[in-house]
């Protein structure tokens, strides 16, 4: 049963987020209450997405703390879990694009972008991802974030499975730095003419 009566609730807000309510408010010419409930319904629309989707999204801080409370092999778990899914999302979106497979998506192409959400713009997790081609055959990545250890542990996980799935690269363990805040990975590449 849908309750189609209105609700009243009182809402304290920080003093950053009141400002950013206010301006809004006044960009878009609608009262500050109205912001409030449009970014209520976006978040509820965005988590039940992801939900339906099977990807699990964390905020930074979020993340942080949960990567503090679960075992390693829980980060693994969660890695491997969310490479999968991602794997099944970049593949719809290539074939809603109108490609028929993989073969016409560059690495770089592809690295470009993942380094887009993973960074400042949208999800926020990683301070820094840069990458190389290191000769014709091996790819460096390295990635700077504030999290801790077990977040690195993800990544490297993640980009792992990700990029052997699609790009049939391989993860050079010999070579792979896991710190704190960092790490460096690189990657054998199978086919040349995919960079």
Do not use: P
């Given at each position: ?96 694009d109108g490609n028929k497979n993989l073969e ?92």
């Amino acid at each position: 049963m849908v309750d189609e009566k209105d609700h009243s609730m009182g809402l304290r807000l920080d003093g950053n987020t009141y400002r950013q309510v206010q301006e809004l408010s006044d960009l878009l010419g609608v009262k500050k209450s109205q912001i409030i409930k449009m970014g209520i319904r976006r978040l509820y629309a965005n988590e039940k997405n992801n939900i339906a989707e099977k990807i699990i999204i964390f905020d930074k801080s979020t993340f942080r703390k949960i990567c503090e409370l679960i075992s390693l092999k829980e980060i693994e778990d969660l890695a491997e879990h969310n490479a999968q899914q991602y794997i099944i999302k970049i593949r719809q979106k290539i074939l809603q694009d109108g490609n028929k497979n993989l073969e016409n998506i560059k690495l770089g192409d592809f690295l470009s972008i993942f380094t887009m959400i993973l960074g400042r713009k949208y999800w926020k997790w990683v301070e820094n991802m840069t990458w190389q081609f290191i000769q014709d055959d091996e790819l460096l990545l390295f990635i700077n974030h504030d999290i801790n250890s077990n977040f690195s542990l993800f990544m490297k996980i993640l980009l792992k499975i990700i990029l052997n799935q699609i790009f049939e690269t391989q993860l050079i363990d010999e070579k792979t730095i896991l710190a704190e805040n960092q790490l460096e990975l690189h990657f054998k590449i199978q086919s040349a003419e995919k960079k």
